[in-house]
């Protein structure tokens, strides 16, 4: 099984769309959890932290269930400019101590007018 | 915010050649440094994390001889890909600690080696 699986899309939706993106990650230690955006030949970009309480920034709401060891990301309002790949990334960090980030393939998103 | 800077860009290289690529933590000290390659359509794999004043610690199958991380300060970490052939040909990119769950990343370097 893989470390952090993601389905790789492309998902092709119109502005406006509400569109899911899902996560799960193998390991049961996994620390903390991120999207990230990245654009073709960029580098990955912040796009927000993933809280176990859930948590929301404007358009943008992720969900943590750690039980199921499920992500989410949920785009309300998709703009053209929301096309980019996301990538659902987990820091395992061992014994409390701060780790390295594991990356998923990244859900590609591709919104039309 | 915390910035790093990677250079080159973009390196063309032949083949059996070797290419330096540098990160530089802009303003802050970035005491742990992740070297992150990303092949086509595939996700960033980690080959390395590379500590200030001592050896990088290289993940399994990434060979320490061919690729070579130097951190000898708290604001410069670097790559030397040795000998480098086609199969090298992919995204490096680095990415810094900056405080207790912060990470940076550099802006990356496209590699093709014809």
């Known amino acids: 099984r893989k470390e952090v699986e993601q389905d790789p899309g492309p998902f092709n939706v119109p502005e406006g769309a509400t569109v899911a993106f899902n996560c799960t990650y193998s390991?049961?230690?996994?620390?903390?959890f991120f999207w990230y955006r990245q654009d073709c030949r960029k580098e990955p970009k912040l796009l927000m932290s993933?809280?176990?309480s859930g948590n929301e920034d404007g358009r943008f709401t992720a969900q943590l269930n750690r039980a199921s060891q499920y992500i989410s990301l949920l785009i309300r309002d998709s703009k053209l400019s929301d096309s980019a790949t996301y990538l659902c990334v987990v820091n395992q960090g061992y014994g409390g101590s701060q780790g390295n980030l594991i990356f998923g393939k990244g859900t590609k998103l591709s919104v039309k007018p | 915010g915390a910035v790093v800077s990677q250079h080159p860009s973009r390196v063309i290289c032949k083949s059996g050649t070797s290419v330096k690529i540098e990160c530089r933590s802009l303003d802050f000290q970035a005491t742990t440094m992740f070297w992150y390659r990303q092949f086509p359509k595939q996700s960033l794999m980690l080959m390395a994390t590379?500590?200030?004043?001592?050896?990088?610690?290289?993940e399994q199958g990434v060979e320490k001889d061919k690729f070579l991380i130097n951190h000898a300060s708290l604001t410069l970490s670097t790559l030397t890909v040795t000998s480098a052939h086609p199969e090298d040909s992919s995204f490096y990119i680095c990415?810094?600690?900056?405080?207790?769950?912060?990470?940076?990343f550099g802006s990356g370097t496209r590699l093709t080696v014809v």
């Open positions: 990415s810094a600690m900056t405080g207790l769950y912060g990470y940076t």
């Open positions: 993933v809280y176990s």
């Open positions: 590379s500590n200030e004043g001592s050896k990088a610690t290289y």
């Open positions: 390991n049961s230690a996994s620390q903390s």
